[in-house]
């Protein structure tokens, strides 16, 4: 098992960019796949972007190209650089660590962090 703490979270523009992070503890992220999720109002949560343990990404359609998944495995946190903000990308932002089969599928995801907050306005 590993805990999870995002932060990063924050109000912003259209056009704006935010750097999220996600702290781990209990477990070292380089034996997970480790993802971004995110919840809209009224919306199921949804994958955003995932990186395995070797360091393979994977983006969802909506985000190609505007974001950025990394790790830092000697400081045992995870990133996602957001660029290009649009309102749609507003969610609340979750980070789960899960197996190489997890995927983008938050059902196959047992260890989830608290959120962290990101608005976007036009």
Do not use: H
């Not at 919306?43 to 360091?55: M, Q």
């Not at 994977?58 to 990394?70: E, L, M, P």
């Amino acid at each position: 098992q590993v805990q999870l703490v995002e932060s990063g979270g924050g109000s912003v523009q259209a056009g704006g960019s935010l750097r999220l992070s996600c702290v781990a503890s209990g477990n070292s992220i380089s034996s997970y796949r480790m993802t971004w999720f995110r919840q809209a109002p009224g919306k199921e949560r949804e994958g955003v972007a995932t990186i395995t343990s070797g360091g393979n990404t994977v983006y969802a359609d909506s985000v190609k190209g505007r974001f950025t998944i990394s790790k830092d495995n000697a400081k045992n946190t995870l990133y996602l650089q957001m660029n290009n903000l649009k309102p749609e990308d507003t969610a609340m932002y979750y980070c789960a660590a899960g197996s190489f089969y997890s995927g983008l599928d938050r059902r196959r995801y047992n260890d989830w962090g608290q959120g962290t907050q990101v608005t976007v306005s036009s």
